[in-house]
């Protein structure tokens, strides 16, 4: 079974930083692409920022020059630094990967089960 678990995320004040991180464990074989996503309260999910296997990034542009992802292929890990918070980042924020399981000759989308992030004084 492959699963995806969040840690991080909280109540930071407008200005501030914060970090996310992602772990894929189970039966894993290989994973592309990991990214992070969010969704805001009556706002559909978008995109914040995604990485190849390769380390090649693309970001939304509204967190350009504010949020950095990163993985750790070993560990099976995506990363978010969020600095310069602002109120509009708040949102539960979403990890994903392209996965492929063991014995499994394709790759599946998992998601994590989401972690709240607050922008506020």
């Known amino acids: 079974q492959v699963q995806l678990v969040e840690s991080g995320g909280g109540l930071v004040q407008p200005g501030g930083s914060l970090g996310l991180s992602c772990a894929g464990s189970g039966s894993i074989f290989s994973i592309n692409a990991m990214g992070w996503y969010r969704q805001a309260p009556g706002k559909q999910r978008e995109l914040v920022a995604v990485i190849t296997s390769g380390g090649i990034t693309n970001y939304n542009d509204s967190v350009k020059g504010r949020f950095t992802i990163s993985r750790d292929n070993a560990k099976n890990t995506v990363y978010l630094q969020m600095n310069s918070l602002k109120p509009e980042d708040t949102a539960v924020y979403y990890c994903?990967?392209?996965?492929?399981?063991?014995?499994?000759?394709?790759?599946?989308?998992?998601w994590g089960q989401g972690t709240q992030v607050t922008v506020s004084s």
């Open positions: 994903n990967a392209d996965i492929r399981p063991y014995g499994v000759p394709r790759y599946y989308a998992y």
